[in-house]
């Protein structure tokens, strides 16, 4: 599928969708896909959307990683080498 068949198809099943344009359609489609983090959650990956911790990591490689814990009920983010603030 492409980026226009999935709003197409979201626009019939959901038709209040189609006040949003293609083009915000897209927009929208991509600030949730590069901010989504892949966690795994009683045993299920799941994509979580956790506010403010998008905006972390931005090294290559990874300077961090994170995980959900299940006992907790928290997302945690955890530093994998010393991290210099500029």
């Not at 198809?9 to 293609?22: A, G, L, N, R, T």
């Not at 931005?58 to 300077?63: D, L, Q, T």
């Not at 961090?64 to 928290?74: G, I």
Request: glycine share 4%; aromatic share 14%.
């Amino acid at each position: 599928m492409n980026l226009q068949s999935d709003y197409d198809s979201i626009c019939e099943y959901v038709p209040s969708m189609s006040q949003f344009s293609f083009k915000q359609f897209t927009w929208a489609r991509a600030i949730i896909t590069t901010r989504n983090f892949g966690a795994e959650i009683i045993g299920i990956k799941e994509d979580l959307i956790v506010p403010i911790a998008d905006m972390i990591n931005h090294g290559r490689p990874n300077n961090c990683a994170w995980s959900y814990d299940d006992e907790q009920s928290l997302f945690t983010v955890t530093a994998t080498e010393v991290i210099w603030m500029f």
